[in-house]
């Protein structure tokens, strides 16, 4: 009850948005620059005086993107984050964070010159003590207020009240956050009073920046549960675990009590009453309001979380998960996406962990697999797009997504240049500032190999592909081969070596003569002669 309380309120400090509640005031939104000071110190933006970072103009992507939002200036969205902000801090070497006051991922220590690694373990693989910091952990998220970002509650247009004196930006918890960002991500463009929304648009999905922008919503979850003691964990070790969804079951082995929580025993579409998830509450589930009125999710938390695994009869192709062959294929696949850089792409990497593709790469509208098989087994809260992170398997099913595409970079080594320059949907080219992240930071600033930029590796047991039945036989055949020259070798020592009647003899016998020393000198003597 308390953090209802305190959620309450904080909603009187209206100038507080996936911005720095620093930033959020009329003026500094009037200004269009959001430069702190990490020291809280004058003439120290973004840490200068120390060589932290400096306040520059934000860098937009002008490239051309593809044909599937037709529209300008239409939506804040459009070039991010410039609609509210054209300056902000720029941060230098192992820096990072809206003022440069944090590291750098993988970085830690005062100068940020301390490398850290963290692992990130299948769930099921933990101990009991470690399962319940887990589920502790995440129920704090959902609790503890975001002490650095807030979110805004309306379009920029309306933004400012009557006067001008205040501005609509919301406080909200951590976990909350996670969930606003992904909704803000894949909402609606608005049109106007009395138009249809426009839907043809998805910052964050059917795009090459599926991977690179959920890469960064977990990055910034998990940093955000690492820091601070007094409000989070205070522990740059914490690593968010990942679920291995690709078993082919028809069961889900993480809803249980222990973990996700385990179906209710009086609703089918409910969570036990024995798992704090079921106490969990859904954000942004309003979507007709928003789009009909113009508005933006905001703090305001509504009904439980709805899960039946396995439970969707109409479609039988989702109720069972990914097959292990389904993740050897995906690898296998050289390219990271193909044109239209759309969820139309064949013989697509993206597209297919993305899942609108068969695990071979083939585009097949019917088909739904990997990570997109894998929420909609969920059945549920977790099935759709715009609520998918309220229900906390979303974040088990990312990481492995993640785990998935990182395996794939280490494999494959494919350098920047393969990401889409331009023609990409909207949000989806290489240098387009992934929305609604702050700082900005860009698609390809995520496409690299985790263990070496980003701080964190992954304990995964891949599976490998079976033997055809050409290569067993293939191998057969020269194991055979091998038996008999072995054989073959044995058989011919012993026949030589019971050949003669005396067994071995030595390779001189005594018939031989010897070379003595005299017989050298005197043979010496007559060559001479």
Not at 135 to 144: G, L, P, Q
Not at 409 to 422: D, F, I, N
Not at 495 to 513: C, F
Request: glycine share 8%; with cysteine.
């Amino acid at each position: 009850m308390w953090w209802s309380v305190l959620l309450v309120c904080t909603y009187v400090v209206v100038t507080q948005g996936q911005f720095p509640r620093q930033c959020v005031t009329p003026e500094g939104l009037r200004s269009g620059t959001c430069c702190p000071s990490p020291t809280s110190r004058a003439n120290d933006e973004c840490g200068f005086s120390t060589g932290r970072g400096r306040c520059m103009p934000v860098a937009v992507d002008g490239r051309p993107h593809g044909p599937q939002y037709p529209h300008s200036g239409r939506d804040d969205r459009e070039r991010w984050p410039q609609r509210f902000f054209n300056r902000t801090c720029r941060c230098n070497d192992n820096f990072s964070g809206y003022h440069c006051g944090r590291c750098k991922h993988g970085l830690t220590g005062p100068n940020c010159d301390r490398r850290v690694n963290v692992v990130r373990r299948n769930i099921m693989q933990m101990s009991p003590e470690e399962k319940r910091a887990f589920v502790r952990a995440m129920d704090r998220a959902k609790r503890t207020i975001h002490p650095d970002l807030v979110i805004c509650t309306r379009r920029y247009e309306e933004i400012f009240s009557t006067d001008g004196s205040n501005v609509q930006f919301e406080n909200i918890t951590i976990y909350n956050f996670f969930v606003w960002t992904h909704y803000y991500s894949v909402g609606k463009t608005y049109m106007g009073h009395g138009q249809d929304s426009f839907g043809g648009v998805d910052f964050s999905h059917e795009g090459p920046g599926f991977l690179t922008w959920h890469r960064f919503h977990l990055l910034q979850l998990e940093r955000d549960m690492q820091v601070r003691p007094e409000e989070m964990l205070g522990d740059p070790t914490f690593a968010l675990p990942y679920w291995n969804f690709a078993t082919g079951s028809s069961e889900c082995d993480i809803c249980t009590d222990d973990l996700l929580g385990a179906r209710s025993s009086f609703d089918m579409n409910g969570i036990s009453s024995n798992s704090v998830f079921s106490q969990w509450r859904v954000l942004c589930e309003s979507v007709e309001e928003y789009e009909t009125l113009g508005t933006i999710c905001n703090s305001t938390e509504g009904g439980p979380i709805r899960r039946n695994p396995a439970g969707n009869v109409a479609r039988p192709m989702v109720q069972k998960l990914p097959e292990p062959q389904d993740i050897i294929d995906c690898l296998d696949l050289n390219t990271f996406d193909t044109p239209p850089y759309y969820s139309t792409s064949s013989r697509s990497f993206r597209n297919t962990i993305e899942g609108y593709s068969a695990p071979q790469g083939e585009y097949d509208p019917v088909v739904r697999s990997l990570h997109n098989l894998a929420h909609l087994f969920l059945n549920g809260t977790g099935g759709q797009t715009h609520l998918s992170p309220n229900d906390p398997i979303f974040v088990l099913l990312h990481t492995f997504t993640d785990a998935i595409f990182d395996e794939w970079l280490q494999r494959h080594s494919p350098g920047t240049a393969v990401y889409p320059e331009e023609n990409a949907p909207i949000g989806h080219n290489r240098n387009f500032n992934m929305v609604p992240f702050w700082p900005p930071i860009t698609n390809a600033e995520m496409f690299i190999s985790a263990p070496e930029a980003l701080g964190y590796t992954y304990e995964v047991e891949w599976p490998t592909r079976p033997f055809t039945l050409s290569e067993i036989l293939t191998i057969a055949i020269v194991v055979v081969v091998l038996v008999v020259i072995v054989v073959g070798g044995v058989i011919v020592c012993v026949v030589r070596a019971y050949s003669s009647p005396d067994g071995l003899e030595p390779l001189l016998r005594d018939h031989y003569r010897r070379y003595s020393e005299e017989e050298r000198l005197v043979g010496q003597s007559k060559s001479e002669i």
